[in-house]
């Protein structure tokens, strides 16, 4: 990256630099603390020691660069790298991961198509990997890496913009709980007053009269004759003939009933007639 921000400066205003020594001593400025200022030291203390500076080009200043800054392997530690994890996409936009993995497979020489698409979808998101593949139609081929760099970046732009239309923030929820009901006291009401119940009654307070027993009583008239009214014999034992018409539905009840005792007190002897023997010649 230094390198390249030095290259584009120089390319842009050509006109600030005399000779090719001036844009190497001009890079020299930067390198002020750490392993660049020890090496711009070294590169004084020769030219100090010879008279000669020893970066005559910006050709052989970007050799010594790389020599001294780069890594020994650099191909082999970028291939390491692009077979691990350390890679993928994670938090990153598709943009800055795109950016990084150019970088990755031009310093480890991949130019084959199908592993360039390979490696990037590997190290893409599981959400973005899955609406590519699952494209239904404009699909981009697996031989067609900037295909499916162009995808990449729709769908990333796509996740954003729902992302920013959809409100931050925890929702605020609404508790269902009613709010505290005020207590109403209610005056009080007076007990109602118990009535006593009368007691039992005991044999010394002796039974209360039945009222319609005793009217009963007093209205049949005494028991006697009901043909002619005397009160020393009764209706079977009158001498004079009797009329059934002439009674109530209570006097005929009651004949009734003597005329039933009186016949189921004749004895059985009388009221069957003795058999006659039969005489037998």
């Given at each position: 990256m230094?390198?390249?921000s030095?290259?584009?400066?120089?390319r842009?205003?050509?006109e600030?630099f005399?000779?090719?020594?001036e844009?190497?001593?001009?890079?020299?400025?930067?390198f002020?603390?750490?392993?660049?200022?020890k090496?711009?030291?070294?590169?004084?203390?020769?030219?100090?020691?010879?008279?000669?500076?020893?970066?005559?080009?910006?050709?052989?200043?970007e050799?010594?660069?790389?020599?001294?800054?780069?890594?020994?392997?650099?191909?082999?530690?970028?291939?390491?790298?692009?077979?691990?994890?350390s890679?993928?996409?994670?938090?990153?936009?598709?943009?800055d991961y795109?950016d990084?993995?150019q970088?990755?497979?031009s310093?480890?020489?991949y130019?084959?198509?199908?592993?360039l698409?390979?490696?990037?979808?590997?190290?893409?998101?599981?959400?973005?990997?899955n609406?590519?593949?699952?494209?239904?139609?404009?699909?981009?081929?697996?031989?067609?890496p900037d295909?499916?760099?162009?995808?990449?970046?729709?769908?990333?732009?796509?996740?954003?913009?729902?992302?920013?239309?959809?409100?931050?923030?925890?929702?605020?929820?609404?508790?269902?709980?009613?709010?505290?009901?005020?207590?109403?006291r209610?005056?009080?009401v007076?007990?109602l007053?118990?009535t006593?119940?009368?007691?039992?009654p005991t044999?010394?307070m002796?039974?209360?009269?039945?009222?319609?027993?005793?009217?009963?009583?007093r209205?049949?008239?005494?028991?006697?004759?009901y043909?002619?009214?005397d009160?020393?014999?009764?209706?079977?034992?009158?001498?004079?003939?009797m009329?059934?018409r002439?009674?109530?539905?209570?006097?005929?009840?009651?004949?009734?009933?003597?005329?039933?005792?009186?016949?189921?007190?004749v004895?059985?002897?009388?009221?069957?007639?003795?058999e006659?023997?039969?005489?037998?010649?």
């Amino acid at each position: 990256m230094f390198l390249n921000s030095c290259s584009l400066y120089i390319r842009l205003a050509p006109e600030q630099f005399c000779d090719k020594q001036e844009k190497i001593l001009w890079a020299l400025m930067f390198f002020k603390d750490g392993r660049a200022a020890k090496w711009s030291e070294n590169v004084f203390c020769q030219e100090a020691d010879t008279g000669v500076f020893p970066i005559p080009t910006w050709g052989d200043f970007e050799q010594q660069f790389q020599l001294h800054f780069f890594p020994v392997n650099a191909e082999a530690d970028t291939i390491n790298t692009l077979e691990g994890t350390s890679y993928h996409q994670g938090g990153r936009t598709v943009n800055d991961y795109l950016d990084s993995f150019q970088t990755l497979v031009s310093d480890a020489g991949y130019t084959d198509p199908q592993t360039l698409v390979v490696k990037f979808r590997r190290g893409l998101k599981l959400g973005i990997q899955n609406q590519i593949a699952t494209m239904p139609y404009g699909r981009p081929a697996d031989t067609d890496p900037d295909a499916w760099y162009r995808a990449a970046r729709r769908i990333n732009q796509a996740f954003q913009s729902m992302s920013c239309s959809t409100p931050s923030g925890p929702a605020k929820t609404v508790s269902a709980r009613p709010p505290p009901m005020s207590v109403v006291r209610l005056p009080s009401v007076p007990p109602l007053p118990v009535t006593p119940k009368p007691p039992l009654p005991t044999p010394s307070m002796g039974v209360p009269m039945d009222v319609d027993a005793t009217r009963k009583a007093r209205s049949l008239p005494p028991r006697g004759c009901y043909q002619c009214g005397d009160v020393n014999h009764l209706v079977r034992d009158c001498p004079h003939r009797m009329d059934v018409r002439q009674l109530t539905s209570e006097q005929r009840e009651e004949l009734f009933e003597d005329m039933l005792a009186l016949k189921d007190a004749v004895p059985i002897e009388e009221s069957c007639p003795p058999e006659e023997e039969e005489d037998f010649v």
